[in-house]
Nanobody, 123 residues
């Protein structure tokens, strides 16, 4: 019923930039919040950044000042601008969204995940 499709991953040199996009589609009534997580090799998945419908944002300490999350509510799309990339940013990045589907049965919604996009930062 709901799909999240990420794009924008790839290979970049340290110090470079990438922009990830994630578009949600399907039976969407409203999106409460969206975010980006990542899983690096041998590590657990971690929150990178999130944005709620009112526009407030939250970042992991490791990316503050380098990454910026934004959204286009009309397009049900969230972006992650990643600057000054470091080799330790190498990971599979996953889009997450808390979505209330149509017809709405509650105001809590459910978590949906994209399939992930690989970001590789070379030194």
């Amino acid at each position: 019923q709901v799909q999240l499709v990420e794009s924008g991953g790839g290979l970049v040199q340290a110090g470079g930039s990438l922009r990830l996009s994630c578009a949600a589609s399907g039976s969407i009534f409203t999106i409460n919040d969206m975010g980006w997580y990542r899983r690096a090799p041998g590590k657990q998945r971690e929150l990178v950044a999130s944005i709620i419908s009112g526009g407030s944002t939250n970042y992991a300490d490791s990316v503050k000042g380098r990454f910026t999350i934004s959204s286009d509510n009309a397009k049900n799309t969230v972006y992650l601008q990643m600057n000054s990339l470091k080799p330790e940013d190498t990971a599979v990045y996953y889009c997450n969204a808390r979505i209330i589907t149509t017809p709405p049965v509650n105001l809590v919604g459910m978590d949906y995940w994209g399939k992930g996009t690989l970001v590789t930062v070379s030194s």
